[in-house]
């Protein structure tokens, strides 16, 4: 059966039978050179309460909403990444000085993941299919988030130390080593968080 | 004289009041479309569907979400590949770090008669994607699946175990970690060789190059890591991305890449656009054998 094709459109949206799109984007966006016009923690701020403004696009979801939350809250206050890029022992280079401009790159990820083309703006197929790439990795980073926290909740006296703090079983193996069974067995969390600080290496981004 | 003109005054102001009570005649203007309506103005708010940031060409959004090479980026390709749970260990990883199994049908001859043939089931991994039958997806680690080897018969698909309805025993079915590694691994090592005869791979470092698409292989016993990302030779903002194949021994390697590239120090650059399937599968095979 063909969908309806029932379109409202209003001052702030243009709702048809799949998307809400929202049409004032300006409160989503940081002000121009905003780098070198505020103070480190004003800027600081500013970011975070972007990013905030985004969850209602992340999911429909509520827990997934949650999780968003609660990961960038653990982002801001607690994480120590230059702590975590060192554990994997990926990255060669000096970690650039200027983290603000990763934030900046991070809402841009974001921003990316949460926009729909315009289909007279798309002149090549790839724009918007790297748009859908940024949802699926911005949800694929959530859901390993959720599993994190799970196990977090189940056992914090291991888990907390290792997920938050040390960062320990992000460390490479060496041959003929023995290694902590806890470790092999979040072997897939710990593929999935040295793949992420690869993909933060290269676009310069600190998600 | 005075009667005529007060009643010609008093005429006046009726035809005034008349004029005054007469029902107005509906103004015949236009009436333009209504496209929003104000009844609804936030209807965005209650609409219960996904929200989205519309991009228009004209918006400001429209500088901010520039493209940033994601299409041609090998770890945005693994990041962003669906989640299946990974039957084992029980966690949600994206499924191009894990290994597909399926339940293969094989004839072996019989212990004791050796001319009479029966069936026999394995767990065997699936290099290529296939999508005939129900598949299961395990850990891409040795060691991380021999340390949890009791639990080796989980990895079987879910409608495999628990149907009633089908003429093989779920017993009957072998699960043997080691082989599925070893088969894992040497499909791995036949789709590289058959990738690299394919095509023709340059030797020599593009200049430059703005994008994030480039890898190289190397062979390099003093390097600790299997990846590494470091700032590019040129400077500016591309990242070299470099995969030791140190950890996958000698005899193979050589016997693929060429007897040059394990002794001399051979590099050999690729590009993630043109050997996208290649370099997946070295990014698997080096974590196999971590």
Redesign the interface.
């Known amino acids: 059966m063909a969908t309806r094709r029932l379109t409202?459109?209003?001052?702030?949206?243009?709702?048809?039978?799949?998307?809400?799109?929202?049409?004032n984007?300006?409160k989503?966006?940081l002000p121009v050179n905003f780098i070198n016009e505020y103070p480190r923690k004003d800027v600081l701020k500013m970011s975070y309460r972007r990013f905030m403004r985004l969850k209602?696009?992340i999911s429909?979801r509520l827990m997934v909403r949650n999780t968003y939350t609660e990961y960038l809250r653990y982002k801001y206050k607690r994480e120590n990444y230059l702590e975590k890029r060192m554990a994997t022992?990926?990255?060669?280079?000096d970690l650039q000085s200027c983290d603000l401009k990763q934030v900046v790159n991070s809402l841009?990820?974001v921003?990316?993941a949460?926009?729909?083309?315009?289909l007279?703006?798309t002149k090549k197929p790839?724009?918007h299919?790297?748009?859908d790439?940024?949802r699926?990795?911005l949800?694929?980073?959530l859901?390993?988030e959720y599993?994190k926290q799970r196990l977090i909740h189940k056992d914090p006296a291991i888990y907390y130390q290792l997920f938050r703090k040390t960062y320990e079983y992000l460390q490479?193996?060496?041959?003929g080593d023995k290694?902590n069974?806890i470790f092999?067995?979040?072997?897939?969390?710990r593929?999935?968080d040295?793949?992420?600080v690869?993909?933060n290496?290269?676009?310069?981004t600190r998600l | 004289m005075s009667l005529k003109s007060k009643r010609s005054e008093l005429l006046a102001s009726a035809s005034n009041l008349y004029v005054k009570l007469r029902p107005k005649k509906c103004s015949q203007t236009s009436i333009s479309p209504i496209d929003t309506t104000p009844l609804v103005t936030n209807f965005a708010k209650w609409s219960g569907k996904r929200k989205l940031l519309l991009l228009t060409k004209n918006s400001s959004l429209y500088n901010e979400t520039k493209p940033m090479g994601l299409d041609c980026n090998l770890f945005a390709s693994l990041l962003s590949s669906p989640m299946r749970c990974d039957k084992i260990a029980k966690l949600k990883t994206p499924q191009d770090m894990l290994i597909k199994l399926k339940v293969r049908q094989s004839k072996t001859a019989e212990v004791d008669s050796p001319q009479k043939q029966i069936d026999s089931f394995n767990l065997l991994p699936v290099v290529k994607s296939d999508k005939i039958g129900q598949s299961s997806y395990v850990t891409n680690n040795l060691r991380a699946l021999e340390n949890d080897a009791k639990k080796a018969n989980n990895a079987l698909p879910t409608s495999v175990r628990n149907s009633t309805m089908r003429s093989i025993e779920s017993s009957e079915i072998k699960v043997d970690i080691t082989s599925i590694i070893a088969n894992n691994k040497q499909g791995l090592l036949n789709l590289i060789k058959k990738e690299l005869k394919k095509h023709q791979v340059a030797e020599r470092e593009p200049l430059l190059e703005t994008t994030n698409d480039v890898v190289f292989l190397v062979f390099d016993d003093k390097l600790d890591n299997d990846i590494e990302i470091g700032p590019s030779k040129e400077g500016g903002e591309r990242k070299t991305i470099t995969l030791n194949l140190k950890n996958l021994g000698h005899s193979e390697l050589g016997r693929i890449m060429g007897a040059d590239f394990v002794e001399g120090g051979r590099r050999i650059f690729l590009r993630f656009s043109q050997h996208q399937e290649l370099i997946i599968a070295v990014y698997k095979l080096l974590a196999v054998s971590h």
């Open positions: 409202v459109i209003t001052e702030n949206a243009i709702i048809n039978s799949r998307h809400t799109l929202i049409l984007h300006q989503f966006l209602p696009f429909q022992g990926i990255a060669t280079g841009r990820f921003l990316k949460v926009t729909h083309h315009e007279s703006t790839g724009h299919h790297e748009n790439i940024c699926r990795i949800k694929n980073i859901t390993m599993e490479p193996f060496k041959n290694v069974p092999l067995k979040l072997f897939s969390i593929e999935f040295r793949c992420l690869c993909l290496e290269t676009l310069d």
